[in-house]
């Protein structure tokens, strides 16, 4: 990376180069899975469901996977997360170019029954919300070279600590930087569940997200490395989706 990369220094802090090559390492074996190599069509479909349970119980919905795979849950929060499930894949190009749109769709699939209509996929008009959303998205459309991981980690942790958006924030922070490992090319086909290793260190993934708000060294370096965990975690799901399938 270029010495004007914003996120080069990242990864100069004690143990992200090694957390971030760690879950890379994951994920490509991951990919290794012999289901993976004849189609990712259903273990993708699982993923998404997978990782819509895991990101609605971060945010309090906590219902057991096969009643929502049943249909059964008609939590607000479950269905909201299950809506931007269903749209991740629409969604990754147009986040490669313009993040700020499918920020502001990921909010309107998130809340629309928990909150007003004219409420939606509205962000706070602080200023300070708009120059971070802005510099977020400069960073997703191109700004840094840093490996996929970094950048969506801290995606996710901008939006958790900026919180540009009422209601359900967390189920838009999760899938920002689920469609961040897709669209840069360390998940590309969605067949790992991070919210799945979000959830299975979940009081990590709060204290760690604390500490990120900070904007300490040692809290973005803890918040790095929890995610980078999380994403090894994910990859682990996805290859137990995969042995799943193969019996």
């Not at 270029?2 to 996120?7: R, Y």
């Not at 143990?15 to 993976?36: C, M, N, P, S, T």
């Not at 499930?85 to 170019?97: F, M, Q, R």
């Not at 840094?144 to 996710?156: G, K, L, N, Q, S």
């Amino acid at each position: 990376m270029s010495v004007s990369d914003p996120l080069a220094p990242l990864l100069g802090l004690p143990g992200v180069a090694d957390a971030a090559a760690e879950a890379r390492k994951q994920v490509d074996q991951l990919f290794g899975h012999q289901i993976l190599r004849r189609g990712s069509g259903p273990v993708s479909v699982e993923a998404a469901l997978r990782g819509a349970q895991a990101s609605a119980a971060l945010e309090g919905a906590r219902y057991d996977l096969e009643s929502v795979r049943a249909g059964a849950v008609t939590d607000p929060i479950v269905q909201g997360s299950l809506r931007i499930a269903g749209s991740i894949g629409s969604l990754v190009g147009t986040w490669a170019k313009a993040p700020l749109q499918v920020l502001a769709r990921l909010h309107v699939l998130a809340a629309r029954d928990v909150l007003p209509s004219e409420a939606l996929g509205r962000p706070r008009t602080d200023p300070e919300v708009a120059a971070r959303l802005s510099a977020l998205s400069d960073l997703v459309t191109g700004g840094t070279d840093a490996p996929a991981v970094i950048v969506a980690a801290i995606v996710h942790g901008e939006l958790l600590a900026l919180a540009p958006f009422d209601g359900p924030g967390g189920l838009v922070a999760r899938a920002a930087a689920r469609l961040t490992l897709i669209a840069k090319g360390l998940d590309p086909k969605a067949v790992s569940v991070p919210e799945a290793g979000h959830l299975a260190r979940e009081p990590e993934y709060i204290g760690a997200a604390n500490a990120y708000a900070t904007g300490t060294p040692d809290g973005v370096r803890n918040w790095i490395q929890h995610c980078c965990t999380a994403v090894a975690l994910g990859a682990d799901e996805g290859f137990a989706i995969c042995e799943a399938m193969a019996r």
